[in-house]
């Protein structure tokens, strides 16, 4: 069941894996983290999507990309898997904060080399648009990194139907990268993700069962509660299920810390739900 990532020459098996959890608060120690990364590719997983501010703060820039390329390295698999980074977030002290400045994002993105080990980034993703900096200008950097073979493919991520837009008559765009989950469907009411399949651009979905915080909701809802047990199988896997089956362009990547979660998201593509139920989570109002 794979799924192409147009105009790159990758087609991905779905879903991936989003690296945030297991480098950021609360995160494994990096035996269980290595093994998480192992059970993905092992399971046939060859997407991977990180981000140079995966870390605590500012100090330690860059070390989710660090510690997939080393497990990557261990086990033989790199050239096998499309790591996916992005730029333009800083950490300072912990806290979370957007930097579209070019200087930047070159910066970024020059140290995302370093640390992946890589002469060039398959994916290269705009974390976040900076409302300080004219994105113009900010995409016109990403451009000249592409121009100069440092990135293969630019992606965009938090974004909205202008940006995308913009940013498309200027260069092709590989990726959109926002947050969909079944109580957060924003991208599908407001068309984006309609544009993003009209236009030949995946739509990556994080947070896909709600995220650190959010997932909480998927076992405790009793329409997650009877459809996992319709298809046997998690409230997790049938919310994966749902994001699959409404668009081939559409490649969720569930954050995982557990081989367990892992182990269970890779079940996503084999569970075929029935049109109705796709409907009943389709009118569940956002929370």
Known sequence: MKR?????????????LGGMPLSIAGRPDE???????????????????????????DSEIGHNERLISRA??????????LVATKGGLRRPGGAWTVDGNPKWLRTSCEKS?????????????LHAPDPQVDFGDTLGE?????EEGKVLHIGLSNVECKELEFALRHTPIASVQNR??????RDFDNGLIGMCLSK????????????????????????????????????????????????????????????????DAQRAGDVELERDDIALI???PDE
């Not at 990403?142 to 592409?146: A, E, F, H, Q």
């Open 4 to 16: 192409r990532l147009n105009g790159t020459g990758w087609t991905i098996r779905p879903p991936g």
């Open 31 to 57: 035996t269980q983290a290595f093994d998480v990364i192992a059970a993905f590719v092992e399971g046939g997983g060859d997407f991977i999507d990180t981000a140079n501010v995966y870390c605590l703060d």
């Open 72 to 81: 990557l390295a261990r086990i033989g698999k790199r050239a096998a898997v």
């Open 113 to 125: 080399l370093e640390d992946l080990g890589s002469d060039a980034i398959a994916l290269y993703q």
């Open 142 to 146: 990403l451009i000249r990194l592409k």
């Open 180 to 185: 969909c989950n079944p109580f957060f469907k």
């Open 200 to 263: 030949g651009v995946a739509y990556i979905p994080y947070a896909p069962v709600g995220g650190n915080r959010g997932h909480a909701r998927l076992p405790a809802h009793p329409l997650f509660r009877r459809l996992s047990e319709k298809y046997g199988a998690s409230p997790y896997c049938v919310a994966l299920a749902w994001l699959l089956q409404k668009g081939e362009h559409i490649i969720p990547i569930p954050g995982a810390s557990k081989l367990s979660s892992v182990r």
């Open 282 to 284: 389709d009118r569940l």
